[in-house]
Nanobody
């Protein structure tokens, strides 16, 4: 019953900005860490940023100073504000959430369907 859905991707020019949103819904007991990963064509899926339930954040070095992850616990939503975008940021961005559902007594990792971010040079 748990669903994780991203939105906000699109095509932007280098130097532009996008804000991605991800909403978890369904039978949720508690959400711990949420985050964002990305995967470029022909490459592995890599961590972009994570945020704990208490607001502690981690970023991959390539996006530090440009991207900001945040969350609204009341809305079960995580955001990724992406500024000063570069062509190297082009990828499918996936939302991740570690969730204990209302039917489980353990945490599972849930993934969104992905949203395409394309940065033109």
């Amino acid at each position: 019953q748990v669903q994780v859905v991203e939105s906000g991707g699109g095509l932007v020019q280098a130097g532009g900005s996008l804000r991605l949103s991800c909403v978890a819904s369904g039978s949720i007991f508690v959400i711990s860490t949420m985050g964002w990963y990305r995967q470029a064509p022909g490459k592995q899926r890599d961590l972009v940023a994570t945020i704990s339930s208490g607001g502690n954040t981690n970023y991959v070095d390539a996006v530090k100073g440009r991207f900001t992850i945040s969350r609204d616990n009341a809305k079960n939503t995580v955001y990724l504000q992406m500024n000063s975008l570069k062509p190297e940021d082009t990828a499918v961005y996936y939302c991740y959430a570690r969730i204990r559902s209302g039917r489980d007594n353990f945490f599972r990792d849930y993934w969104g369907q992905g949203t395409q971010v394309t940065v033109s040079s």
